[in-house]
């Protein structure tokens, strides 16, 4: 098994649709949680983190269940702009050991 | 915010030949740098490790001799491909974490690196 699995896609799906990823991970002392983002041949680039309460920014929530060891992300009201491959991020014990997940592409269209 | 910058974007380069790829830190001490590799389609896989100062620490399966990392100063590391091959094409990131990344805002990446070998 995968130490951080996500399903690769891609997701096809018009603007103002609202869009849900899932990521599970494997570790369950993993201690830190991230979504990044990476357009095609950039590098990634943060976009949130993800807190045990859940949080939201914009129009991105972020939430973890360590129960079940999984964490998602819901964008909500999608636009063109957010075409891109979403990376869940886990940082491991023992240093500073991050292990990224394959990505998620989603692919917004008009 | 904190920059890394890299460099070359970009390089083709002959098989058998070595590509040095640098890694800045532009407004901030990377004590601890990372190295990347991705495929296309695939995830970001960690190469190596490295602090300033010290040896890097390779991943398994990531053969040393081959990816020489030197991380001489608190701003710069540099990955250098040695006897490039066809199949090291791909896609090189750094990324680094300054001192006071202690959070998890501590990781910045470079723009990356793609390198052709022909």
């Known amino acids: 098994r995968k130490e951080v699995e996500q399903d690769p896609g891609p997701f096809n799906v018009p603007e103002g649709a609202t869009v849900a990823f899932n990521c599970t991970y494997s570790n369950s002392a993993s201690q830190s949680f991230f979504w990044y983002r990476q357009d095609c041949r950039k590098e990634p680039k943060l976009l949130m983190s993800?807190?045990?309460s859940g949080n939201e920014d914009g129009r991105f929530t972020a939430q973890l269940n360590r129960a079940s060891q999984y964490i998602s992300l819901l964008i909500r009201d999608s636009k063109l702009s957010d075409s891109a491959t979403y990376l869940c991020v886990v940082k491991g014990t023992g240093g500073f050991k991050t292990i990224f997940g394959a990505g998620t592409r989603l692919f917004v269209k008009a | 915010g904190a920059v890394v910058s890299q460099h070359p974007s970009w390089v083709i380069c002959k098989s058998g030949t070595s590509v040095k790829i640098e890694c800045r830190s532009l407004?901030?001490?990377?004590?601890?740098m990372f190295w990347y590799r991705q495929f296309p389609k695939q995830s970001l896989m960690l190469m190596a490790t490295s602090n300033e100062g010290s040896k890097a620490t390779y991943e398994q399966g990531v053969e040393k001799d081959k990816f020489l990392i030197n991380h001489a100063s608190l701003t710069l590391s540099t990955l250098t491909v040695t006897s490039a091959h066809p199949e090291d094409s791909s896609f090189y990131i750094c990324?680094?974490?300054?001192?006071?990344?202690?959070?998890?805002?501590?990781?910045?990446f470079g723009s990356g690196t793609r390198l052709t070998v022909v």
């Open positions: 993800v807190y045990s």
């Open positions: 407004d901030f001490q990377a004590t601890t």
């Open positions: 990324s680094a974490r300054d001192k006071e990344g202690q959070g998890d805002y501590g990781y910045t």
